[in-house]
């Protein structure tokens, strides 16, 4: 419907999108006017905006009657309908970290409404499936399980209320018409920006009708939704600080599933990230689908007319953009509210690498000095093709520029496999490229084209299945070969770990990550406390070891804890300052952006 796209003009009354599909509701009362809930749904869809909604800011002379009716229509629901009554919701989880963070946005908003979380799906009233589109495997696991969902919402015994299944996410904005209107397998959609209408979809669907609001915003942060944090254990958790993605790769469906770019103000950010302090969170990532890229426009002191600085032989669609507080000014703040917090970030862009960043991770002891470096490929033809904005010789240069300044450094990257007019020889192209780089973790895929995109429009998905395939598992063997090489040179070092928890192989194990995100597995025994102390204590998730390295493969490392240890004891060059106050924090970063002389 005609409702559900992005509307043209911003109107005065508070309509909100809805669509309407099934006429019934048994289970509600009529109300003492004789009209029943679904009429009260219906009345002010289906009556829609006059031309005076049309007319902002013109004064209307209107009788009594008629302001009540209009008064009546700005609100479709009473405050009574969007209370969750300690119903139960079951999320799942699928694709990556932001999406984890939107399930702990949503379901913050669910709980300020008195809803109930559960772990088991056989307890919950709503079924809520947060989801990716980035792939067609992807979204196919989702089909899937939408269906093993419906056959048990249709099981469920008569006595207990209706099961209600929501899609949230990449692929309700995607899908819309084909998961409503053709497949009719969910009961409301909600996208990315639209988690604080949940409780009102929530309502309508008790109501008996589809509900859907997939609208794209220009300005949507959430940063006055304080996410709530389920990581394992408490010890980690993501921090979103930016959304949307400005740079529309050729491939890439995020720019018409997640919307324009904007940022959240840095002192939401920060006011989050101490708060977790405050729990005991030991590593935070912060997160975006071009985290380097922030830019806080939030405050006109921080709005000066100096561009953003790329990476030297990159560039992109879209102007400069000028003024703001840069992921430099960010990373800086965050990494100096708890010098035992380990800060990482994902997933980011080289474009964005400018070294005043490089050098910051280089100095604070708690970023980590571990690099996502998203290649895509190592041909310069399929980069132009992929509009990424740099050369395999660019990338390489921006590389050797990383490891100069981080000489420790880890690197982790994308790779798709049989884009649009790959051949053999770009191929080969993109296994030399990394044989020469020396990643430690990869992330690979064949090619899969989605829809919307200018992949789409333009070009030809002219590598057979079976070619892919074949491509994807040489670069898939060509990464675990370098990593093993990579990995086999920390043997002997002695490495700093934080503890995730015992080893999913053998609960006499216990694993964590390194500084550069490399995976450890270590006996669970007691280590000392302190360097040359007799005290012992034993290890657990959250703490940080020393842990010496005695043998190594593609994806792991294995060794011997030595001590317990953190952070301040083990600091890089530059000491960490002592945490400051947050107000502190936003005073300072107004003064860098007022007075830049003074640098």
């Avoid at 004064?59 to 300690?86: F, I, M, P, Q």
């Avoid at 890229?293 to 709005?303: A, G, I, K, N, V």
């Avoid at 007319?305 to 669609?317: H, M």
């Avoid at 998905?461 to 990995?487: G, Q």
């Amino acid at each position: 419907m005609e409702y559900l796209r992005k509307p043209m003009m911003t109107l005065p009354h508070l309509w909100k999108p809805l669509m309407c599909v099934r006429h019934s509701c048994s289970k509600l009362a009529p109300p003492r006017d004789g009209k029943t809930t679904v009429d009260r749904f219906r009345t002010p869809i289906f009556r829609g905006p006059s031309f005076r909604d049309f007319l902002k800011g013109v004064s209307v002379h209107k009788t009594r009657a008629a302001a009540e009716e209009d008064s009546d229509s700005r609100t479709y629901l009473s405050e009574d309908l969007l209370v969750g009554n300690s119903r139960k919701v079951y999320f799942e989880t699928y694709g990556c970290q932001m999406n984890v963070n939107d399930t702990e946005i949503a379901w913050s908003i669910l709980q300020r409404k008195g809803y109930l979380r559960t772990v088991d799906l056989r307890e919950a009233d709503v079924v809520l499936l947060v989801t990716c589109s980035i792939r067609e495997k992807a979204e196919q696991t989702i089909w899937n399980r939408l269906r093993q969902l419906t056959a048990m919402k249709k099981r469920r015994l008569k006595s207990h209320a209706p099961m209600k299944i929501g899609i949230l996410g990449c692929m309700a904005e995607r899908l819309k018409t084909e998961l409503l209107e053709r497949e009719k397998l969910v009961d409301l959609l909600a996208g990315p920006d639209a988690y604080r209408d949940l409780p009102r979809l929530l309502a309508v669907a008790d109501g008996g009708l589809q509900a859907s609001n997939v609208l794209l915003s220009l300005e949507e942060t959430y940063a006055d939704v304080m996410p709530v944090h389920h990581a394992p254990q408490g010890n980690a958790a993501f921090v979103s600080i930016m959304r949307g993605c400005d740079n529309m790769c050729s491939y890439c469906i995020v720019p018409f599933t997640r919307g324009r770019e904007r940022s959240r103000p840095v002192h939401s950010v920060l006011e989050e990230v101490c708060m977790l302090s405050d729990q005991g969170v030991k590593e935070v990532t912060l997160l975006g689908q071009n985290v380097n890229s922030y830019r806080d426009t939030s405050e006109e002191q921080f709005c000066g007319s100096d561009p953003t600085k790329l990476s030297p032989g990159f560039n992109t669609v879209y102007r400069a953009k000028q003024g703001g507080l840069r992921f430099s000014d960010l990373l800086d703040r965050v990494s100096r509210i708890d010098p035992d917090m380990r800060i990482r970030f994902t997933s980011p862009h080289p474009k964005d690498f400018p070294d005043e960043v490089l050098h910051l991770i280089a100095e604070r002891g708690n970023i980590c000095n571990q690099i996502h470096l998203p290649a895509q490929s190592g041909s310069n033809e399929v980069l132009k093709a992929m509009r990424r904005g740099y050369t395999r010789e660019a990338y390489l240069h921006l590389v050797g520029n990383i490891k100069r300044i981080i000489p420790d450094v880890s690197l982790s990257s994308d790779f798709i496999s049989g884009f649009c007019g790959e051949t053999e020889e770009d191929h080969q192209q993109t296994l030399s490229l990394i044989r020469e780089v020396g990643y430690n973790v990869g992330f690979l895929f064949a090619y899969s084209m989605r829809k919307k995109t200018h992949a789409a429009h333009r070009l030809q998905d002219d590598v057979p299945p079976e070619e892919k395939r074949r491509r994807l598992e040489e670069c898939i063997t060509a990464f675990r070969e370098e990593a093993a090489k990579v990995n086999a040179a920390l043997i002997g070092s002695t490495q700093l770990v934080l503890v995730e928890g015992e080893s999913k192989r053998s609960a006499k194990d216990l694993c964590g990550r390194t500084e550069g995100n490399m995976k450890v597995i270590f006996p669970k025994e007691d280590v000392a406390v302190q360097p040359s102390a007799l005290d012992t204590a034993s290890v657990h998730a959250g703490d940080y070891v020393l842990v010496k390295i005695l043998s190594s493969s593609s994806q792991s490392l294995r060794g011997r804890a030595l001590r317990h240890s953190s952070l301040s004891d083990t600091p890089k060059d530059c000491k960490l300052l002592p945490r400051p106050r947050l107000a502190d924090l936003v005073t300072s970063e107004a003064t860098r952006t007022l007075a830049p002389s003074l640098q």
